[in-house]
């Protein structure tokens, strides 16, 4: 057993001699501190959202070896705060040091800033809304807005219940009509109004808008009636009609009586 313990003990001892070195050297080493911005991430269940502001980033000291915090990168860093089990509604919400993720061994968490923030939770809802799309002014003297046409007729949005729950539209950004005399096409997107509603799918929605010359009305004289479903020899009184119609003149213009 002592023969084996003595075996190669020059190069033994020089291990021995070289771990006390760097030993040495990494505990006599002066210490520095620094402060890093890391992200907070929350992490709540599926069915829960956070429905009040939060903060986005935290301040966190680390202490460590001079060498050590030379090469410290901070990009994987990140504090982590498991709220599976928040329940609903109002509460404080406690940052340990722990929580900070991706430290060097040999780096030491002093403190966290904020250590604490507060918190509302709510159900996460998810609805179809309705487009309706937002209009600035009117069209030129001349010319009149006859319709629009948005695809898709609605969205997807989620969010807290609590901002969602009586929302039966969503808006857009608005299309000004002021120097428009003519039918156009434009590129849109929905705007939710709730603080922390989203869209599942933020694509941009495409609008057709109908902007023509001011509409002109014609009467086409000696309409015939005809009732629909009526058996042969079933009579109407009167068996015609002036009917007047109103559009672009382009359009009217080419309706004949027939």
Not at 77 to 99: C, F, H, K, M, Y
Not at 158 to 186: C, H, K, M, W, Y
Not at 229 to 239: H, K, N, R
């Amino acid at each position: 057993m002592l023969d084996r313990a003595l075996s190669n003990w020059p190069l033994k001892l020089l291990a021995l001699a070289l771990a006390f070195a760097i030993w040495v050297s990494v505990t006599g080493e002066n210490q520095v501190v620094q402060d890093v911005s890391v992200p907070l991430d929350l992490r709540l269940s599926d069915d829960r959202v956070a429905a009040s502001a939060t903060p986005t980033t935290v301040t966190a000291r680390l202490r460590g070896g001079e060498s050590l915090m030379r090469r410290l990168d901070p990009v994987p860093l990140a504090v982590r705060v498991d709220l599976s089990g928040a329940p609903l509604g109002n509460q404080e919400v406690q940052i340990a040091t722990t929580d900070l993720v991706n430290v060097p061994r040999g780096v030491d968490v002093e403190f966290i800033d904020p250590d604490r923030f507060p918190l509302t939770v709510d159900r996460r809802l998810r609805r179809d809304l309705e487009i309706e799309v937002t209009f600035l002014s009117s069209p030129p003297e001349g010319y009149h807005f006859y319709g629009v046409e948005v695809l898709p007729r609605s969205v997807v949005v989620e969010g807290p219940e609590s901002e969602l729950e009586e929302t039966a539209v969503i808006r857009t950004n608005p299309i000004r009509l002021d120097q428009r005399t003519e039918p156009f096409r434009e590129r849109v997107s929905a705007v939710p109004e709730g603080t922390y509603v989203r869209l599942v799918d933020p694509r941009p929605l495409e609008v057709r808008v109908e902007v023509d010359v001011a509409p002109v009305e014609r009467t086409l004289e000696g309409i015939p009636v005809e009732v629909a479903g009526a058996s042969d020899g079933a009579g109407v009184s009167p068996d015609r009609l002036d009917v007047t119609i109103s559009g672009p003149p382009a359009l009217v213009e080419r309706i004949r009586p027939e």
